[in-house]
């Protein structure tokens, strides 16, 4: 196991992102200058730089874990695999469904468009860029998603991506062959997590959390993980909360590496 640890949000570095990584894991912390002239050639430099580290680390014969500020980061990481000769599902466990596209969100926000740039949409702005092949839609599992907009609800009703409730998701539901797996921590309860950028309400506690990953570590086909610590900026954790699910997370990893 290899964990990059990639604090942006967006192209934005958040150097007091503040993850709890634990004292015991070998980290790589990754900074790059985007000095791109747009918010497109922006994030391709920071996706493109990921996946030459995912390349990197999978050729390497190690399972490449990134810890991240948010979702879009997985655009570049599933791109690196590909790069070093896999063909991944997904699984995208959200409280959101991520599937916004530039003609239908009310925010603007690009975040909420991170599973669709990823399944192809606008390839010009980022599928392009990194050469990447976007999965087949019955090659994804979108996991909660229980914050989704009318839009992001009709393109599921007719597209061939499958859903999961998180208590359902068993060893059968998940797609073939090896996947990445896009664990966003918002899909908690946000009394479970406090300071998360967009929380949901009606979510599950870090227990149901913690036995869905497992479900996928316990395929053996796990090829890569975006951790994704959707909160905000320069919070601390009082609770221990973050460290907590950080640490098991990572702990579970490495057993399964062992």
């Known amino acids: 196991m290899s964990v990059l640890y990639v604090p942006y949000h967006l192209d934005e570095h958040q150097p007091d992102l503040n993850v709890p990584l634990p004292g015991d894991v070998p980290v790589a912390e990754f900074a790059v200058e985007l000095p791109g002239p747009d918010v497109w050639s922006r994030l391709g430099q920071l996706y493109d730089a990921v996946a030459a580290a995912v390349e990197r680390t999978v050729r390497a014969g190690t399972l490449p874990v990134v810890v991240s500020g948010d979702c879009t980061v997985s655009i570049g990481m599933t791109a690196g695999l590909q790069r070093a000769g896999l063909d991944p599902s997904i699984?995208?466990?959200?409280?959101?469904?991520?599937?916004q596209t530039l003609e239908t969100t009310p925010s603007g926000y690009l975040g909420g468009m991170?599973?669709?740039?990823l399944l192809g949409y606008r390839p010009d702005h980022v599928a392009d860029?990194?050469?990447?092949?976007?999965?087949?839609?019955?090659?994804v599992l979108l996991v909660d998603a229980r914050d989704l907009d009318p839009p992001e609800a009709d393109y599921l009703a007719s597209s061939g991506v499958s859903r999961s409730g998180l208590d359902a998701l068993t060893p059968e539901t998940l797609p073939p062959g090896p996947?990445?797996?896009?664990?966003?921590?918002?899909?908690?309860?946000?009394?479970?997590?406090?300071?998360?950028r967009y929380p949901a309400a009606d979510g599950p506690g870090v227990a149901a959390l913690l036995r869905a990953t497992r479900v996928v570590l316990d395929s053996g086909r796990l090829a890569a993980l975006n951790l994704a610590c959707t909160w905000h900026p320069?919070?601390?954790d009082p609770d221990g909360i973050r460290e907590h699910l950080?640490?098991?997370?990572l702990a579970d990893l490495r057993a399964k590496q062992v």
């Open 129 to 139: 860029r990194l050469a990447l092949r976007p999965p087949a839609e019955e090659r």
């Open 91 to 99: 699984v995208w466990i959200d409280a959101h469904g991520d599937l």
């Open 179 to 196: 996947i990445l797996l896009n664990l966003d921590l918002d899909v908690l309860d946000p009394s479970c997590l406090p300071g998360l």
């Open 246 to 249: 950080v640490t098991t997370i």
């Open 114 to 117: 991170a599973l669709r740039f």
């Open 234 to 236: 320069g919070r601390t």
